[in-house]
Each structure stands twice: as structure tokens, then as C-alpha cells.
T-cell receptor, first 116, second 112 residues
């Protein structure tokens, strides 16, 4: 079984609908991230969480919200979807090695979202 | 100007060729990551390095902190190496956040 899973894998929705993308991990990592990927652009950070009580905005958080329900679960919501939120969304996790150090990020398989 | 620039954007090669993908960045960093994105979309971390050189199988990553430059080399390339290779840097000013700044990727196609 994959260590980082995302549901759904594909979603088509209409403008104005509320959408939730879910991410679950079995790696036991404290840190979780949501990114979006658009053609011709690099991955961009939407939100990140260092533990259940710590949630932070990334560079493109407008129009999105998140919920960290447990160490293993981190959900991304689009309260009122708009067409320019059509993109590929990735969840990722990493350990906290402490002492200000960084660690490898492990990515989920992605969710392809289309907003009509 | 993007903070992370990769070159080339697209690369084609014959099986067996030696491949080099370059990454230049403009910020001070604490670490640099190389990632591979498969045609199906999945992303896998290949390397994380902050100095010197790392090797894993046919893949070699090097970094020159003074020149703000990293290279990813693939020796004896194979069609299964066809993917998008992404460079990402961790801003040295973002203490303990793992916040990455991503390049736009290099699309590699290796033909038999």
C-alpha cells in the first residue's frame, strides 16, 4: 500500500461548488503539505502543517482552507471553486529531523481537479 | 526572474547517452532537492543535498554552493529514465520550515 494516498484521484466540478481533497499518510510524519501544479509553472505551496495544532499559509492560500484532523490526515478545501483552480494537486509529508534541519518530502499520487 | 532556473527545458537522448540537467538558483539555500515526476504524474524524491555530491545507481547529483548551481547526471540513460526532473531549493532564510521553491522542470525523453 502507498505511504501517502490522496482521494479522489480525479474530480470534475462546477464553479461555485465546495470541494474537499483528502490526504492520508502511514509514514508517521508530523509535517504535511499541499501543493498545486500548473502547466509551465513549478509546484507552489498552498498550506503546510507541522503538527495537528500548527497550520500555516503558503504562497497561494487564497481561496483554499485546510484541516489537520489527525497526524495522518490533512484535507484541502476549496470553499467555492473557480475555473483558475483547475490544476494538479499534490499532498506531501516529511519528518521533522529537528535542529532546524530539513528532510526529504514524500508525495502522494496527485489529484487532477477540473473546475468548469 | 524565477528564483530557480533549470536548463534545458526539454531534452531528448538516445539510450546509453550521458545526461546532464542544470539548476541555478538566486537565493541562499539550506538544501537542494532533485525530484522525478513520472509521465503518470507521481513525484519521487531522488536526492537532497547541501554540499558536494551524491550518487544513487546511475544518478549523480552535485552542488556548488558558491556558484549557486547544481547538476543532475544520468549515466547510461535508458528509456525508463524518461520523466520530468524537478529542482527545488529550500530557502535558507526559512528556518526549519521545509518550504521549497521549485523550478519548472526539465522534460527528458530517452529513445531506444
Amino acid at each position: 500500500d502507498a505511504d501517502v494516498t490522496q482521494t479522489p484521484r480525479n474530480r470534475i466540478t462546477k464553479t461555485g461548488k465546495r470541494i474537499m481533497l483528502e490526504c492520508s499518510q502511514t509514514k508517521g510524519h508530523d509535517r504535511m503539505y499541499w501543493y498545486r501544479q500548473d502547466p509551465g509553472l513549478g509546484l507552489r505551496l498552498i498550506y503546510y502543517s507541522f503538527d495537528v495544532k500548527d497550520i500555516n499559509k503558503g504562497e497561494i492560500s487564497d481561496g483554499y482552507s485546510v484541516s489537520r484532523q489527525a497526524q495522518a490526515k490533512f484535507s484541502l478545501s476549496l470553499e467555492s471553486a473557480i475555473p483558475n483552480q483547475t490544476a494538479l494537486y499534490f499532498c506531501a509529508t516529511s519528518e521533522d529531523p529537528g535542529q532546524g534541519l530539513t528532510d526529504t518530502q514524500y508525495f502522494g499520487p496527485g489529484t487532477r481537479l477540473t473546475v468548469l | 526572474k524565477n528564483e530557480v532556473e533549470q536548463s534545458p527545458q526539454n531534452l531528448t537522448a538516445q539510450e546509453g547517452e550521458f545526461i546532464t540537467i542544470n539548476c541555478s538558483y538566486s537565493v541562499g539555500i539550506s538544501a537542494l532537492h532533485w525530484l522525478q515526476q513520472h509521465p503518470g504524474g507521481g513525484i519521487v524524491s531522488l536526492f537532497m543535498l547541501s554540499s558536494g555530491k551524491k550518487k544513487h545507481g546511475r544518478l549523480i547529483a552535485t552542488i556548488n554552493i558558491q556558484e549557486k548551481h547544481s547538476s543532475l547526471h544520468i549515466t547510461a540513460s535508458h528509456p525508463r529514465d524518461s520523466a520530468v526532473y524537478i529542482c527545488a531549493v529550500e530557502d535558507g532564510g526559512s528556518y526549519n520550515t521545509d518550504k521549497l521553491i521549485f523550478g519548472t522542470g526539465t522534460r527528458l525523453q530517452v529513445f531506444p
